[in-house]
Each structure stands twice: as structure tokens, then as C-alpha cells.
């Protein structure tokens, strides 16, 4: 029961997004236009009479109004002005090749269309740099849009509080655009950090993205590389979905605590690299359904009440020289069979000796276990998982066997933790006590006390 309420919510998770209007292909006619005299700008003159190729500055102040930019020119803000949107669609609209937008705070105060993609600087052209803004009060911060070799960098993106993530859009939302770079934004409160769709060829490099739904997600968009970014707090550190040849390296998948969440999800994603990342902290640390010939390597994952999901519907992935560390269960595994390959991991729980000194266990580690069975269809369960009782089935397991299920094991498990290469993580407000945790803890033992209080009553 409780793995088919889990494939359930990872499913609806997965449908709510692959419906929305984040996903669909931005028809033509939606491309919003100049924007009408009552408005525009007052900075719209300067443009207008700039140029192709020329540098426009603007001063500190505030400019209320729309911007359009048709022409190749730099429009760079000194002092940080700020840009107020007419609220009617986007504040600066690039309709022309090699146009940079730098050093402006932009508000889009709230308004505008989410089926016109209405943006802080919404792009339909090639060769755009978008650098050094602070963007707030936009449905979409930056939205690309058939932009090849763009580049937004040094961003600051917050969201519209008080939505829904199905009423609001994307941090940095990518359509339809190959060789894009997004490098050293931070993000925040918006439906998905990074949302790409159609575009290959890009990096997605030294990011932040955290309190939102998908901290990075890829649909249809082969051939990228992403590292060393912070994706925290979500539904989904990353949700990478009908794509091939991604690779990763380096980054961190943390804090996703929402049920089923998940730091790390391939959903029809085949020939993935992942090395060096860092997975904690998440209610289940990586997920993988219908996808093939992933290789996963000098990982960490940690802290997770599950460490891996995957279905039978999956094949050919490979585990080799991660280190899986203080997971409450290792696997939970959806079907009847897997073949995913392990070898050459480390599992904090093995208890295994070395004798021989090689640096392996003596015998293979299993993942699959009688607990993990009892895990997947009990959802109390959980609370024993670290205890006395959990640990005397597994033996009774392994001198008993009377159920059977499905094995995997590790063939080599590594005997001690591999020094990894994966980035450091300080969780946020852990300094002391956990507040949920001790509520919980708190709740917990209210409830008992009331429980052994009824039961003398009754004598």
C-alpha cells in the first residue's frame, strides 16, 4: 500500500507538472508585443534614439513602465535603478540579436499573463546576456525563448509570495534554446528554479535555487551538463525527464522533505552520468523509473528515510564507488526485478568484516531485506527502522529465510567510507535543536501519556 502511495503522489508530482503551461511549446501568438505609449517607459526614447551597437546608461532612480529593445545595444544600469513594470506584461522585451540588460532592479508587481509568459526580461533572440539583475513581482524572472548562446549570470530571482506553483512561473525558464549558459543566479519562491525544455548544449553552473517546486528541471533537452550548484527545499532537488546524456557532477540535492520528495528524479532519462554529488537530507535520496544505461558514481548519499526507488522498469544502471551513509533503509525497489548493477559501494549499516584486509567486505551486501518489505506496506514501520527489533528480524532473516525478496546486493562492498570529492553542506537553522523534531518528539510522547492515562482508568 505504501509504495503504491508513493508511486501515486511521485506520479501526480510528475503529471501536475507535465500539464502545465510551464511544459507546453509558447504558441507564436503569445509573444507579447511593444508595449502601448500609456506603458512604456520614459527610458524608451533613449532606446529608440540609440544606435544599433551603442551602450545605453541609466542613472539610479526609479523608471515606471515597459521596455523594447529591437536594436543590438548594451542598456546597463549604474547605481542600481530600478524598473517598475506597468504590470501588463513584461518589463523588458529583447527582440533583437546581441542585446545585454546589467545592473537593474526589476519589480514586476505581481501583474501580467502566465499563458503570454509574462517575465522580468522575457527574450525571443539570439546572443542576450542578462547579468547583475535583482528581479521580484514577476510570474517568470527571465524567460528564453528561442534564444541560442544566451547567457544569465549574477541574478537574483524571487518569486510572487503568496501563490500557488501552479500560478506562477519558472526562475530562469529556457524554450527552445541551444548553448545557453546560467551560471551564479540564486533563486527562490517560484514554481521551478530552472525549467528547460527543448534546448541542448547548455551549463547550468555554481546555482542556488531552494524553497520552490523542482530546483532544476530538464524535459526534452539532451547533451547538458550541470555542476556545483545548491538545489534545497523542494518537492524535487532536480527532476531530469525525457532527456539523454546529461551529466552532473558536484552539485547538492538537500532537504526535500515533502512526502515523496525526492533530492534526485529520472523519469525516461537514459546515458546519465552523476559523480561527486552530494544527496542528503531528502525523503527519498534518488529515484529512477524507465530509465537506462545510468552510470552513478563517487556519490554521497545520506540522511535519507529511503535511499534509492527504483522500478523494474528500469535497466542497465550501474552504482559504483558511492557512499551510502545513515539511510534509514536502503532500497525500496517497485516490481519483481531490477538489474541494476552495484559494486564497489560503501553502506554504513553493512556489518560485514574484511579478514583479508583488501579494503572489501568479506561477503556481498544485500540491499533487499524482510524489513524493507514489511517498510514498503506499513507505513508505521518507519518508526522502527534504527531499532533493536528491525535488526533482530534481519538476523532472523538471514538464519531463517522462509520469505524471498527480490535480491540485490552490492558483490564488493567497500569495508571503509572512500574519500569523495563531493561539495561540503551546512544545513540552514540545524545550529541547535530541530523545532519539527521536537514537536514531533513532544506530540509523540503527549500521545503516549495520554494512551497509559486511559489504560488506568480502565483498571
Not at 512526502?259 to 528524479?265: D, I, K, N, P, R
Request: with cysteine; charged share 25%.
Amino acid at each position: 500500500m505504501r509504495a503504491r502511495l508513493l508511486a501515486l503522489a511521485v506520479g501526480a508530482l510528475v503529471a501536475a507538472g507535465g500539464a502545465s503551461a510551464d511544459e507546453a511549446a509558447p504558441p507564436a501568438q503569445n509573444l507579447e508585443g511593444r508595449p502601448g505609449v500609456s506603458e512604456t517607459s520614459p527610458l524608451q526614447a533613449r532606446i529608440d534614439a540609440a544606435a544599433p551597437g551603442a551602450t545605453v546608461e541609466v542613472a539610479a532612480g526609479t523608471w515606471t513602465g515597459d521596455l523594447w529593445i529591437d536594436k543590438p545595444l548594451r542598456l546597463v544600469g549604474r547605481g542600481r535603478p530600478r524598473l517598475v513594470g506597468s504590470s501588463r506584461g513584461s518589463v523588458v522585451r529583447v527582440r533583437a540579436a546581441e542585446v545585454t540588460v546589467e545592473g537593474f532592479d526589476i519589480d514586476g508587481r505581481g501583474g501580467g499573463d502566465l499563458a503570454r509568459d509574462t517575465a522580468g526580461v522575457h527574450v525571443a533572440a539570439a546572443r542576450a546576456t542578462v547579468r547583475d539583475c535583482r528581479i521580484a513581482g514577476c510570474l517568470f524572472g527571465i524567460y528564453l525563448r528561442a534564444s541560442d548562446d544566451a547567457t544569465v549570470a549574477g541574478c537574483t530571482i524571487a518569486g510572487i509570495p503568496g501563490k500557488d506553483p501552479g500560478e506562477k512561473g519558472s526562475g530562469i525558464h529556457v524554450w527552445n534554446s541551444q548553448r545557453f549558459r546560467l551560471e551564479r543566479n540564486e533563486i527562490r519562491d517560484v514554481r521551478d528554479g530552472f525549467y528547460i525544455q527543448s534546448s541542448s548544449g547548455g551549463v547550468v553552473r555554481g546555482n542556488v535555487a531552494r524553497d520552490l517546486r523542482y530546483g532544476l528541471h530538464y524535459m526534452f533537452s539532451d547533451d547538458n551538463l550541470f555542476e556545483d550548484n545548491l538545489f534545497e527545499n523542494g518537492a524535487a532537488g532536480t527532476a531530469l525527464m525525457y532527456s539523454k546524456r546529461i551529466t552532473f557532477r558536484r552539485n547538492r540535492f538537500v532537504r526535500n522533505r515533502g512526502f515523496a520528495s525526492v533530492g534526485l528524479l529520472l523519469k525516461a532519462c537514459d546515458e546519465v552520468v552523476a559523480e561527486d554529488n552530494l544527496i542528503a537530507d531528502n525523503a527519498r535520496g534518488i529515484f529512477l523509473e524507465g530509465s537506462y544505461d545510468n552510470v552513478f558514481r563517487g556519490n554521497v548519499v545520506a540522511a535519507s528515510d529511503v535511499a534509492l526507488v527504483i522500478y523494474d522498469s528500469c535497466a542497465r544502471n550501474a552504482f559504483t564507488g558511492n557512499s551510502f551513509v545513515g539511510n534509514l533503509s536502503p532500497l525500496s525497489l517497485s516490481g519483481r526485478r531490477t538489474d541494476t548493477r552495484f559494486e564497489g559501494n560503501f553502506w554504513s549499516d553493512a556489518s560485514e568484516p574484511d579478514l583479508d584486509g583488501d579494503g572489501r567486505s568479506d561477503r556481498p551486501y544485500r540491499l533487499s531485506s524482510v524489513f524493507d518489505h514489511l517498510r514498503g506496506n506499513l507505513t508505521a514501520a518507519d518508526l522502527l527502522a534504527q531499532s533493536l527489533a528491525a535488526r533482530a528480524l534481519g538476523a532472523a532473516e538471514l538464519a531463517f529465510p522462509v520469505l524471498a525478496p527480490v535480491a540485490v546486493e552490492d558483490v564488493s562492498p567497500l569495508a571503509r567510507a572512500p574519500e569523495l570529492a563531493v561539495p561540503e553542506w551546512t544545513p540552514r537553522g540545524r545550529s541547535g535543536a530541530d523545532p519539527a523534531g521536537m514537536l514531533g518528539a513532544l506530540a509523540l510522547l503527549s500521545a503516549g501519556g495520554a494512551t497509559l492515562a486511559r489504560g488506568r482508568r480502565r483498571r
